[in-house]
């Protein structure tokens, strides 16, 4: 039972994917175009080339801290919308400490950086999570509302207080570069002895491996440990937590300051990673398709690294087929937002039929042992 | 009047994993009560829904007077003359009796103009005909639970039914409404009208049945005249062994008093107190009992109680502390052990693992964790032995609590709450949709833990397990303790009286 229950686990994303794929199909032709050549120059271009590759990690980095971040608010039954909103201010925080500070040496000043990004990302969450525990405001509201002052206020920094005077009478609206202390090492140094080389693969760097570490920790944190425990209590049955004597409120708190930590490093891929600097046009949106990964993924910390991995593919791909399908991106984009909805179908499916089926074994052992001899582990 | 009125004929229904009916047999005859009785999944529901037309029988077919008949729907049950008296009233409060009766049905002029007059009219004569005391024009909001039901029974008459399925009518009621009820439907009996009568209160089964069907597994065990039948009997044919209906109760010497509220005043929901004044003391060794219509503060009392709601006034001891304003993990460290009304609401996280609500609540416990983390080896050891002494039906502790039954959940809160040796037990309505079996074993539990020298409160509507169960029984009615009795001197018909707010603790002591 338990084998067949993770294989169906497995096969349900796989599932709303084909369907996805044969919904979008439908579009293919409607634009003229045979969806199996389509399918073909997205998969061979995404996967046949070692630039791809590495262009799909590098895009997949980003999407692991966003998708982690909202599934652990999901996690706690809260509903962090404000990814967003806090990397926004988590790279904004990243950069100043980054392009402000001189003379620190790379092991103080990155790591600096960085809490200085997820410390942003939290600051920028309490107003929402403290209105919620307090007031009962909803966070999906607040968090969404806060997005819009990030967005703004973000423009209003990068533009109007730290534009990098160098640049004054370019159209470049970006802050100064921050030291190379701050910067996060490229992964391409340890590459090169396998034989990569290229951009693609000196972009990649070191918060790809650090974004794993983080999701494997965090699955360990949520199904080990007694905090983990409470977070599920908290998250299946507040009530009957509440009544066990589990503080709710302080659980939700950590929860969604945890959330929001890591929102706050979903933007350093960009900042301390590749480009150096914040620059107006920044990546935007990545808090959002956050959302989308959290979901496929089930808010499992695990699940998130191949879901993420999903959409850097369909990211490249897109490129792809664009160039050498001739076929609008837009269709990938539409891809995506089927296989989300499909996927939210699937689950529901799925989570019914393992109740019924969880009913019918426990049933079966009802009535097949009238007295149970030591069923337990 | 031998003719049958409806007969159903090797009835079988599955659902997805179970068989809720297997292969029903069943005889009513035109004019007589019939009792269905059966535990908690034994298929009575589903079967009545059947004869209502809620449900389509994959086997087996229904005859209605000497037809065979086809029931696709509620209206096709209604016009062959099946009504269905609902568990959970299905009546608009802000309506009057009457617009309530008519609702789906009004009869109106040809231009569409309701004729209340009529209507009204209508209702009063049925009132009449049957002897309802009730009064059409009264807004049903303000109307007592037994009055509401006297509507649904009026609303299922209006419409033509000749044969009525009552389920579960004396749940809401207290004694006195039972009574009522009884009387209301001996008088629907000698207007001919057939009724079909579904619970699992024997002594009610038997106090107004002609006939009584028990069906166990979905299949039947047998129908026995209600006259030639004893409340044994049907008991065990309910669970298929013998059951003990009578609990011992061998006295204990209560000790030291362990849980105290004094002049307990408790906000319900707004400004409005919920528990006003309310004083008891409950001894290590007794069970005190609290009856009451339910919705009379009970539920608020029981969380201030346990330190999940807040107290405006008074005061609340644990062994002589002053807990009046302690957190409720504060109070559970103190021995407090509770029992929840709702164990879905309170009691259990229904998608955790059974292992996982075993543990609630104690999962801060030294042997539970190590550091941070939790002791798994630790915690099996503890859940083998729980499962094992409770014995809590399940395969696997890894399973969620929701593939289990009530009863078997029920176990489990029990079985958590009575572990590391609790002083205090607030108990609220312990047995609450159980069986008889696991109601047994619940009652069982109670009684152990008094004789183990537990301080235990019984919250129930059950007025029966509080008379079978309690050492003292107060009774609870508008928010306040409206009396006490010593175990000797309760009695239902007295308890009754306080219940319905008929009479207070003043006029008793004074008479």
Request: charged content about 20%.
């Amino acid at each position: 039972m338990k084998g067949r229950l993770l294989l169906l686990q497995v096969a349900t994303p796989a599932l709303a994917i084909v369907f996805g794929m044969l919904i979008a199909s439908v579009m293919i032709l409607a634009i003229g175009r045979n969806p199996i050549d389509v399918y073909a120059v997205m998969v061979r271009f995404s996967l046949t080339r070692t630039d791809s590759l590495f262009s799909i990690l590098f895009k997949t980095t980003p999407l692991i801290f966003a998708g982690l971040a909202v599934a652990m608010s999901f996690r706690a039954s809260l509903f962090n919308i404000g990814v967003e909103g806090q990397y926004y201010i988590g790279a904004f925080c990243a950069a100043l400490v980054g392009f402000s500070l001189r003379g620190l040496p790379a092991v103080v000043h990155l790591p600096l950086a960085l809490l200085a990004a997820a410390g942003g990302g939290m600051v920028w969450a309490l107003v929402p999570i403290a209105l919620k525990l307090r007031r009962g405001a909803h966070e999906v509201i607040t968090t969404i509302m806060m997005n819009y002052i990030a967005s703004a206020l973000l423009l209003y920094l990068i533009n109007d207080v730290f534009r990098d005077p160098t640049q004054i009478g370019t159209p470049r609206v970006r802050t100064p570069v921050v030291a190379p202390a701050a910067r996060v090492p490229s992964m391409g140094p340890l590459l090169a002895p396998l034989g990569l080389h290229g951009s693609d693969v000196e972009k990649l760097n070191l918060l790809l491996p650090l974004g794993v570490t983080i999701a494997v920790v965090l699955a360990y944190f949520l199904s080990r440990t007694r905090f983990g425990y409470e977070v599920r209590a908290v998250a299946s049955n507040p009530l009957a937590a509440e009544a066990a004597g589990i503080p709710n409120a302080r659980v939700q708190f950590g929860m969604f300051m945890l959330s929001a930590g890591i929102a706050g490093l979903v933007g350093l891929n960009d900042i301390l990673g590749f480009f150096g600097y914040l620059d107006i046009d920044f990546p935007k949106g990545l808090g959002f398709l956050g959302i989308s990964v959290a979901l496929l993924a089930k808010n499992n910390p695990l699940g998130v690294i191949p879901a993420a991995l999903l959409f850097g593919f369909l990211d490249r791909g897109a490129a792809g087929v664009q160039f050498f399908a001739r076929v609008p991106k837009e269709i990938i984009v539409i891809l995506q937002a089927i296989i989300i909805l499909a996927i939210v179908v699937a689950y529901e499916l799925l989570t019914r039929y393992v109740r019924t089926q969880r009913k019918r074994e426990a049933e079966l052992v009802v009535t097949a042992t009238p007295v149970a001899e030591g069923t337990g582990s | 009047m031998n003719d049958l009125f409806i007969e159903l004929r090797h009835i079988t229904k599955r659902f997805p994993g179970v068989v809720a009916n297997d292969g029903v047999d069943l005889a009513v005859r035109t004019g007589e009560i019939h009792a269905i009785v059966g535990e908690n999944g034994a298929g009575k529901s589903t079967l009545m829904r059947i004869l209502y037309g809620l449900y389509q029988p994959d086997q087996g077919d229904i005859a209605v007077k000497g037809q065979t008949a086809v029931i696709d729907s509620p209206r096709r049950a209604l016009e062959l003359g099946i009504g269905m008296v609902h568990q959970h009233f299905m009546l608009i409060p802000v309506f009057t009796v009457a617009e309530n009766v008519i609702l789906g049905s009004e009869p109106a002029s040809g231009l569409g103009r309701l004729r209340m007059r009529e209507a009204r009219q209508r209702v009063a004569d049925l009132c009449r005909q049957y002897g309802f005391i009730l009064d059409p024009g009264a807004e049903v909001g303000a109307l007592s639970v037994g009055e509401q039901q006297r509507v649904e029974i009026i609303k299922v008459l209006y419409r033509g039914a000749e044969l009525l399925i009552l389920d579960e009518p004396t749940a809401v009621l207290v004694p006195q409404e039972v009574e009522e009820l009884f009387h209301n439907l001996r008088r629907l009996k000698e207007q001919g009208k057939t009724i079909i009568f579904i619970s699992h209160k024997l002594d009610e089964v038997l106090a107004i049945s002609d006939q009584v069907t028990v069906l166990r597994h979905g299949r039947v065990v047998g129908t026995v005249p209600a006259a030639r039948t004893t409340k044994a009997q049907l008991a065990e044919m309910m669970v298929g062994r013998p059951v003990l209906l009578e609990l011992e109760h061998p006295s204990v010497t209560p000790g030291q008093v362990r849980l105290e509220a004094r002049r307990l005043r408790v906000p319900g929901g707004g400004k409005r107190l919920a528990v006003r004044e309310v004083s008891l003391a409950v001894r290590a060794g007794e069970v005190y009992g609290v009856a009451g219509v339910e919705g009379n503060g009970q539920t608020e009392l029981v969380e201030a109680l346990v330190g999940l709601r807040p107290i405006a006034g008074g005061q609340l001891l644990v062994d002589g502390r002053d807990v009046t304003h302690a957190t409720a993990r504060a109070i559970r460290l103190l021995g407090v052990a509770h029992i929840p009304e709702d164990r879905h609401r309170r009691g259990i996280a229904l998608p955790m693992a059974v292992w996982e609500n075993l543990i609630l609540g104690h999962h801060t416990r030294d042997e539970f964790t190590h550091g941070a983390l939790l002791d798994r080896p630790g915690i099996q050891g503890f859940v083998r032995r729980r499962v094992g002494d409770y014995d809590i039906r399940v395969a696997d502790t890894d399973a969620p609590v929701l593939a289990l039954s009530g009863g078997n959940q029920q176990k489990v809160v029990v079985a958590r709450e009575f572990s590391f040796n609790p002083q205090v037990l607030v108990a609220a309505q312990p047995t609450r949709g159980l069986d008889i079996g696991a109601t047994e074993f619940v009652m069982r539990q109670l009684l152990a833990a008094r004789s183990s020298g537990m301080a235990v409160l019984l919250i129930s509507a059950n007025l029966e397990e509080v008379l079978s169960l309690s050492d003292r029984i107060a009774v609870m009615y508008g928010g306040e303790m409206v009396a006490e009795f010593a175990r000797a001197e309760a009695t239902p018909a007295e308890l009754g009286l306080y219940m319905t707010g008929t009479k207070r603790k003043d006029e008793a002591r004074a008479g």
